[in-house]
């Protein structure tokens, strides 16, 4: 009988996680029809508790970032040892373990090796400097063992493609599937005032700041009141959002910070809200552009490569410099007034095979591979 290993540690939570309950289904109904063993490698089995799968728990890995990296080098390898012949190891978060196996591929979500730090980032969320700084060198590890890398985006791929020598043919991209308006949220009308929302983690990368420098600027400077902007920023949750609501939570009211919110909670301000504000200074894909672009609605997003590719095929977007708070301001004040001649269509972006538009395309590559990049 094949084997399929599928190894998964680290994701717990969000989209990764999401990612990872999508392919166990899938391998889950492939198993149906195919004899494979499946094994997976998480957390723990209850998260993604799928039939005909094998599951290995393992919380040591997530407590310390040494304990990780223990268990991708040295422990995985034991396992694919007494696991016996592996035909495909598929390792969904990032990191190449060390391990035995016919095939390997690996999960490339992290992206902020792209990412310019600064000092700021330093005083708020030193995590997110050490990552940009340590991503190219965890990626690094074993990741030419692999048959293939996996991302979602074509200039990830040409990114990764750059920075690690690797061949474009040997990295797959695999975009989301297209969102769709949610049907079970009900149709709720416009606010009043014209309403802008940026649903995000409360984390420094994601740039919260110059939303709120930019009304700040629309108040002060051009004396516009007219208007309302929507954060999913609480003001308790950390450094920086303790910061972000002491300087703008209280002084200027257009600012709604209305903390974390629930899907269906967020698919209600997609349908009220008339235009989303997308400044994230990094992203794997940034999922909010991608479902507010099914209600065909405007968007001010980042002038970044990932913002370009996943507002592809949309009507109704203007980039700004997301270091540019006057900017960002000016391009709202023109929404506010009624002027959407800022607002251009995207071009879908061309992306050369390999690609994948589900888990099932996505294993006949992998599992049919032959590599050359070892």
């Known amino acids: ?25 899938f391998l889950s109904q492939f198993n149906v029809q195919h004899e494979y063993r499946i094994v997976a490698i998480v957390y723990k089995k209850e998260l993604v508790d799928f039939p005909n799968i094998e599951y290995i728990e393992t919380q040591w890995p997530k407590k ?13 390898k034991k396992i694919s040892k007494d696991l016996g012949h592996i035909d495909l190891w598929f390792s969904l978060h990032d990191t190449t373990p060390t391990v035995i196996a016919e095939k390997r591929a690996v999960y490339c979500h992290n992206s902020f090796s792209f990412y310019k730090w600064s000092i700021r980032d330093l005083f708020f969320a030193p995590k997110i400097a050490l990552f940009a700084i340590f991503t190219k060198y965890i990626y690094k590890t074993n990741i030419r063992k692999n048959d293939f890398l996996v991302v979602q985006q074509e200039w990830f791929r040409k990114g990764m493609s750059t920075m690690f020598n690797i061949p474009s043919s040997k990295i797959i991209v695999a975009p989301p599937a297209k969102a769709k ?23 420094s990368h994601k740039n919260f700041e110059i939303i709120c420098q930019a009304v700040e600027i629309l108040t002060t400077k051009f004396d516009m009141h007219n208007f309302d902007v929507y954060i999913t ?28 919110i629930s899907k269906q909670e967020l698919y209600g301000y997609y349908e009220k809200c008339h235009c989303l504000i997308f400044p994230s200074k990094v992203e794997t894909w940034g ?16 002038d970044l490569p990932y913002t370009k590719e996943t507002a592809g095929d949309s009507a109704q977007v203007a980039f700004f410099n997301p270091n540019d708070a006057n900017q960002l301001a000016n ?13 251009t269509p995207v071009p879908k972006t061309n992306i050369a095979a390999p690609i994948s538009h589900s888990w099932d395309a996505l294993f006949q590559i992998l599992l049919a591979s032959n590599s050359s990049t070892k």
């Open 1 to 25: 009988m094949k084997t399929i290993v599928i190894s998964a540690v680290n994701l717990i939570e969000a989209g990764t996680l999401a990612i990872l309950k999508d392919c166990l289904k």
């Open 64 to 76: 310390r970032w040494i304990n990780r990296l223990w268990y991708e080098y040295v422990s995985m």
């Open 181 to 203: 308006v949610d049907e079970n949220t009900a149709t709720l009308p416009l606010t009043a005032s014209y309403s802008f929302l940026f649903a995000g983690s409360p984390n």
């Open 233 to 260: 920023v609480k003001g308790n949750e950390n450094k920086y959002a303790k910061w972000l609501y002491k300087r703008w939570g209280t002084q200027f009211k257009n600012i709604h910070f209305i903390g974390f």
């Open 287 to 302: 999922l909010p552009i991608s479902e507010f672009a099914a209600y065909h609605k405007p968007m001010l997003l980042a």
């Open 331 to 343: 391009d709202m004040k023109q929404l506010i007034e009624g002027n959407t001649k800022i607002l």
